[in-house]
């Protein structure tokens, strides 16, 4: 099982990570929602809790629960810019489809 980051996503996660003093690593995970099932979420891991599990790409912790693990297993998240829109992009080889817009998912 695995987790990675390409370098521009570690980059911008370790920025990020470093202004955050409480900060134990990324969260990744997905919820219920839009048109597809499932939308991703990223936000600060500020624990980590005993169902986690816990990747390191490139020196940044990536803290995933166990009940989001099999739909998340494998991705590869990079980080980009498009017009004027930036952010993380995710490679998910479990994802089937996808919605127009691109912010929801069904595996």
Known sequence: MSITLTEQAADHARAFLAKQTQAQGLRLGVRNTGCSGYMYVVQLADRINPDDQVFDSQG??????????????????????????EGFRFRNPNAKNSCGCGESFSV
């Open 60 to 85: 940044v912790k990536i803290v995933v629960s166990a009940r989001n693990l099999p739909i998340l297993d494998g991705m590869e998240v990079d980080y980009g810019k498009d017009g004027l829109n």
